[in-house]
């Protein structure tokens, strides 16, 4: 089914966001998140893609494929463009819709390296707006695309940022989930934003369990999203408690989505770190 329908059909629910796992025992951690998750009985379940190449395109399908393993749980895979060659997306897309997928969450990623330049495979995406457009004239996917209530890292004002989206969402995108952000003001001003343009899809909520100060501010700096000062010197002042610091940052993020479903924002997309104990607390809190 397509994730627009479900979206659609539910007044509220969560969604997750898993990572594919490397290893032997993080793929025994990831099947367990995703046992332990289900009770929740999520709306839709999505894969992250890295932006490394094939190799990383190939772990994705292959937690895809676990993850289906949970019958009545709906999966989106993540495709990254910003490696990738247009018939290596072709082959992909066929090889997904083959699975029977309906839904893709289509990124442009961030290169570590020079991208490749076009080449006897075919020219290289270089916006995800390109990549919704590839998918639009290939296949019928319901397509999901990031957005940025804080304005994407590479933008210079929030108006280019708005520009931007708004052809990203124009080439096709069905629906958009949010970037990570801790103080819910920036998501309801980018709601009116991006409704003053015009933009009618569901924009979920991304939400980000703020357990580890250290790893989030890391994060924080190179997405260009702001931890309110208070929380963060709260949790600074806990560095050497772990745990202490674990339990107030998911209080905190068991507020924020009480806030959000306090202000008519009941579906909520989660990034799950993979994390299972974290998610039920919050999930188990906020049901
Ligand atoms: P784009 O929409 O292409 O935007 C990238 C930048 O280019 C922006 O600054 C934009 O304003 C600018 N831009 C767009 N169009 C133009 C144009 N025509 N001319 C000039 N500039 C333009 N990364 C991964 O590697 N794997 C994942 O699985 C993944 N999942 C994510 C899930 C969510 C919900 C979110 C919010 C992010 C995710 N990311 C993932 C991170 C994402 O890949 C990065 O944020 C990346 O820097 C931008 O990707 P995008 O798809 O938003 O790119």
């Known amino acids: 089914m397509k994730i627009t329908k479900i979206l659609e059909k539910n007044e509220n629910g969560v969604s997750f966001e898993f990572f594919p796992p490397k290893t032997e025992s993080s793929k025994k951690s990831l099947a367990l998140t995703v046992k332990t998750l289900m009770k929740y009985k999520p709306l839709y379940a999505s894969m992250t893609c890295g932006a490394g190449g094939g190799a990383t395109r190939e772990n994705t399908k292959i937690a895809v494929e676990m993850l289906r393993n949970e019958k009545s749980l709906l999966v989106m895979p993540h495709i990254t463009c910003i490696d990738a060659k247009t018939e290596e997306i072709r082959e992909l897309l066929g090889e997904y819709k083959k699975e029977g997928l309906e839904n893709i969450m289509a990124l442009r990623g961030d290169s570590s390296r020079e991208s490749p330049k076009s080449d006897s495979l075919g020219a290289c995406l270089s916006y995800a707006r390109d990549l919704v457009r590839l998918i639009k004239d290939e296949r019928d996917f319901c ?26 969402i124009d ?81 905190f993020t068991i507020k924020q989505c009480k806030d959000l479903m306090k202000n008519g924002f009941k579906k909520i997309h989660f990034f799950t770190l993979n994390q299972p104990e974290t998610m039920k607390a919050i999930l188990e809190a906020i049901s």
């Open 143 to 168: 397509i999901g695309v990031a957005v940025y209530p804080e304005g994407h890292i590479e933008t210079s004002t929030l108006e280019e940022d708005v520009q931007y989206t708004k052809e990203k």
């Open 171 to 251: 080439a096709g995108a069905d629906f958009a989930v949010t970037q990570m952000f801790f103080d819910n003001a920036y998501y309801y001003k980018y709601l009116d934003r991006m409704k003053k343009h015009g933009v009618e899809i569901p924009i979920l909520p991304g939400i980000l369990p703020l357990t580890n100060i250290d790893k989030v501010k890391e994060l924080a700096s190179v997405c260009r999203t702001t931890i309110p000062r208070d929380i963060e010197e709260k949790l600074i002042s806990l560095s050497k408690r772990p745990e202490e610091m674990k339990k107030v940052g998911i209080d």
